[in-house]
Nanobody, 128 residues
Framework: QVQLVESGGGSVQGGGSLTLSCAASGFTASRYCMAWFRHPPGKEREGVATRDSFSNTNYKDSVKGRFTISWDNVKNTLYLLMNSLKPEDTAVYYC??????????????????????WGQGTQVTVSS
């Protein structure tokens, strides 16, 4: 049974850092496209970062240079390191997996439509 469990959210002042974790189980997550999405208050869900089975990464323009997506094979866990946080980064953050991408690049990238498994989300709040 595929399961994604996020953790690491919290409240931080602007300029601070947080690292989100997404523990994957029930499938070999490193072989698929994995991604982080977020849902800001009053806005639509948006893609933040993706990582495919070749370790290629892609980022939303507004987080480039500040966020880093990475994968730990031993822990079977996806991470999102977030530096220089801004109030506009406030959102519920979700990790997601596209299990139709076995050893191929991400299909839909930062668009949520292609991802079939989602975690429960973790809240990130950045104060000014």
């Amino acid at each position: 049974q595929v399961q994604l469990v996020e953790s690491g959210g919290g409240s931080v002042q602007g300029g601070g850092s947080l690292t989100l974790s997404c523990a994957a189980s029930g499938f070999t997550a490193s072989r698929y496209c994995m991604a982080w999405f977020r849902h800001p208050p009053g806005k639509e869900r948006e893609g933040v970062a993706t990582r495919d089975s070749f370790s290629n990464t892609n980022y939303k323009d507004s987080v480039k240079g500040r966020f880093t997506i990475s994968w730990d094979n031993v822990k079977n866990t996806l991470y999102l390191l977030m530096n220089s946080l801004k109030p506009e980064d406030t959102a519920v953050y979700y990790c997601a997996a596209d299990t139709d991408t076995w050893n191929v690049p991400c299909r839909t990238g930062l668009l949520p439509s292609g991802y079939d498994y989602w975690g429960q989300g973790t809240q990130v709040t950045v104060s000014s």
